[in-house]
Structure formats: structure tokens, C-alpha cells
């Protein structure tokens, strides 16, 4: 059964700090990897999705990279700000569960003014 | 563009009532569908997907079940609630072997 672990926690910055959240999982054979946002109450934003075969994904001030072989994902926030303050969940697809994903429990981010 | 709806937003159920909860897709045709459930202090854990109408897959033993008697609509749905239904329900759609989006969610409280 994949399980997927997020360190830290949670974690708080000052403004204009990069930062990297890490995610590991236990089973390689995933079919792609998505991290998201989510504000407090609120549905999932997606932030970048890796395909397998891919390596990293950058959209704007975030870059996520994949090393499929040792089951780890980072993802890079540069210059962070205030409103970059939510969870930041990680979770892969796998192909047995019609590429259904599982989920980190996800880190707790809050960057202060 | 694609858009997906839930509701309502949020339900206050005593126990041992029954549950109605939707999901509908917009802009897309013969999605792959999900139920997710966030309780307090846990991970997201997967409930039922379905990879076409009629087809409904579940992944937890539970007493909540799914129905897709629409392409793209997808129900969530209990006969008689427990304590340990409470939680924020999320709804996702996904094109075939790709991206997954999530709806605004659905929170459950159960008394």
C-alpha cells in the first residue's frame, strides 16, 4: 500500500525566504505526482503536476522535482510572501485504484510579514 | 473551461439520518470521478471512484455508498449517519490518465 510522508510538519518563515517542503513515498511505481494548495475551509488548488517520466515542473515562483527512483518530490517556493500561507499537500497516482491519489498529511506553511 | 460544483457547502446531520451529497462537472465529457474525505487530524483518504456511469468503485468498508447516474454527476450518499462521518468532503474530476481538480468541498457535521 503506498504511503506518503510530508516533512516538515509545519513550518513558518519570514517574508523573502526560499523554502523547499519535501515529500517521500513508499512505492516507486507511481503514474504521475501533483502537489496542492489548500487555504483553511477551502477545496484543492493544483500547483504542478509531474508525469513519471518527467523530472520537475515550474509554474511562476514554484518548482517541483521528481526522483521517481528514490520516492522523493521536493517542491521550491521562492521569495516567499504572506499570502504563499496555506497546507501544502503532496499525493501520488498509482494505477491499481483507477489513478486514484494518495495523500501526505501535508505541511503547514505560514510566512510572516 | 471546466468547473466542478458541490453541495451543499456544509450539513449539520444528526446521527442515524440519511445523506445526500453532489457532485457535478462542467466543460468535460466522461471523466474519471472521486470521493475524498478530510477528517480533523488525518490525511485525505480516497472513499469511491468511478470510471464511467454505473461504474462505482469503493476503497473503504464503510456505511456510505456512491451512484453515477449521470456522466457527470456523482453522489454521495448514507442511509443512516455514525459520529465518525463528520468530516469536509471533497469531489474531483480527472481527464482519463491525468490531472486531478477538486471542488470546493462539502462540511459534514454529524450530531
Known amino acids: 500500500k503506498q504511503e506518503v510522508t510530508q516533512i516538515p510538519a509545519a513550518l513558518s518563515v519570514p517574508e523573502g525566504e526560499n523554502l523547499v517542503l519535501n515529500c517521500s513515498f513508499t512505492?516507486?511505481?507511481?503514474?504521475?505526482l501533483q502537489w496542492f494548495r489548500q487555504d483553511p475551509g477551502k477545496g484543492l488548488t493544483s500547483l504542478l503536476l509531474?508525469?513519471?517520466?518527467?523530472r520537475e515542473q515550474t509554474s511562476g515562483r514554484l518548482n517541483a522535482s521528481l526522483d521517481k527512483s528514490s520516492g522523493r518530490s521536493t517542491l521550491y517556493i521562492a521569495a516567499s510572501q504572506p499570502g504563499d500561507s496555506a497546507t501544502y499537500l503532496c499525493a501520488v497516482a498509482n494505477s491499481n485504484s483507477g489513478y486514484a491519489l494518495n495523500f501526505g498529511k501535508g505541511t503547514s506553511l505560514l510566512v510572516t510579514p | 473551461s471546466q468547473t466542478i460544483h458541490q453541495w451543499p457547502a456544509t450539513l449539520v446531520q444528526p446521527v442515524g439520518s440519511p445523506l445526500s451529497l453532489e457532485c457535478t462537472v462542467e466543460g468535460t465529457s466522461n471523466p474519471n470521478l472521486y470521493w475524498y474525505r478530510q477528517a480533523a487530524g488525518r490525511g485525505l483518504q480516497l472513499l469511491f471512484y468511478?470510471?464511467?456511469?454505473?461504474?462505482i468503485s469503493s476503497e473503504v468498508p464503510q456505511n456510505l455508498s456512491a451512484s453515477r447516474p449521470q456522466d457527470r454527476q456523482f453522489i454521495l450518499s448514507s442511509k443512516k449517519l455514525l459520529l465518525s462521518d463528520s468530516g469536509f468532503y471533497l469531489c474531483a474530476w480527472e481527464r482519463k490518465e491525468n490531472e486531478q481538480f477538486f471542488g470546493p468541498g462539502t462540511r459534514l457535521t454529524v450530531l
Open positions: 509531474i508525469q513519471s517520466s518527467q
Open positions: 468511478s470510471v464511467g456511469i454505473g461504474q
Open positions: 512505492d516507486s511505481a507511481i503514474y504521475n
